[in-house]
């Protein structure tokens, strides 16, 4: 079998395999699409309809009457940007730290940096939880995202990242009178931007899709976030599967924004490293 038409068998195979893996990632999606276009009786139905035969938004009105779905979408949002811009700062200018700045116990100070890893979050989230009640942070934005804008992962990610910047770029940099901040800034954070969208899209949707916590410090209805208001909703309405999954979609529409605007950093920022030369 000649080369040409190996590589073209290969790749049909290849193919054939990402669009089953595909199709089994997109369908839980469809589904809730899906159910979420159907009337009553529609969902009722055994066996149950792969697609719609009428198309209404009746379950989307009802979801939003039944939970005020918008302000915890808000909420979610602010949240989940104010957990974005902290982490990249912090992550940002700690990684800079442990890359470019030689002081003494570095790589130990790094070490122990990095263990906070291995702590799991229900090991912290009492004493977080006591000293946001202290400060009286409850039912505020700065309670649900103060406790996560420094990240131990987030700076493992952007030092790995800036080690592969010359050193000889930044010697250079210093002997021309440049300091650390102004490095940072105008050479370092242009070269890292696949580093930094892959971090904020982390960040965001690990905030966005945050339950436990949200749920312990706010009792206001109005600071409740969207994944509160979809457990209320299936409370409320839990024979009602058409309305639930509308919430659900309704919920899903701004992380499916954020992957459309940020596809091509975000995959940057995963293969970055993968191929040398």
């Given at each position: 079998m000649d080369y040409p038409l190996r590589r073209l068998l290969t790749n049909m195979v290849l193919y054939i395999v990402l669009v089953i893996v595909a199709i089994f990632v997109l369908f839980p999606i469809w589904t809730a699409i899906n159910i979420s276009l159907l009337n009553d009786s529609q969902v009722a139905q055994y066996p149950p309809q792969m697609f719609p035969t009428s198309f209404s938004l009746v379950n989307y009105a009802r979801a939003l009457e039944q939970a005020p779905l918008l302000r915890y979408l808000l909420n979610?949002?602010?949240?989940?940007?104010?957990?974005m811009l902290g982490q990249l700062v912090t992550a940002c200018l700690a990684a800079y730290a442990f890359a470019f700045i030689d002081f003494k116990y570095r790589n130990i100070l790094f070490l122990v940096f990095l263990a906070t890893l291995m702590i799991p979050w229900e090991a912290t989230i009492i004493p977080n939880y006591l000293l946001i009640k202290k400060l009286k942070w409850d039912n505020t934005f700065q309670g649900l995202a103060v406790p996560f804008m420094a990240t131990g992962f987030g700076t493992f990610l952007l030092r790995q990242f800036f080690l592969k910047i010359p050193k000889e770029l930044h010697d250079a940099a210093v002997m021309d009178g440049c300091g650390s901040f102004r490095f940072l800034l105008t050479i370092v954070l242009p070269l890292a931007r696949p580093a930094l969208g892959t971090l904020a899209?982390?960040?965001?949707?690990?905030?966005?899709?945050?339950?436990?916590?949200?749920?312990?410090?706010?009792?206001?209805?109005?600071?409740?976030?969207?994944?509160?208001?979809?457990?209320?909703?299936?409370?409320?309405?839990?024979?009602?599967?058409?309305?639930?999954?509308?919430?659900?979609?309704?919920?899903?529409?701004?992380?499916?924004?954020?992957?459309?605007?940020?596809?091509?950093?975000?995959i940057r920022g995963l293969t970055a490293g993968a191929v040398k030369g």
């Open positions: 979610s949002v602010t949240q989940s940007t104010l957990v899209v982390y960040s965001f949707l690990q905030t966005y899709n945050q339950y436990l916590w949200p749920l312990l410090i706010t009792n206001d209805q109005t600071m409740r976030t969207v994944q509160i208001g979809i457990a209320l909703l299936q409370d409320e309405e839990r024979f009602m599967f058409n309305t639930v999954m509308a919430g659900v979609v309704f919920v899903l529409v701004p992380t499916f924004i954020l992957f459309i605007f940020s596809n091509r950093q975000l």
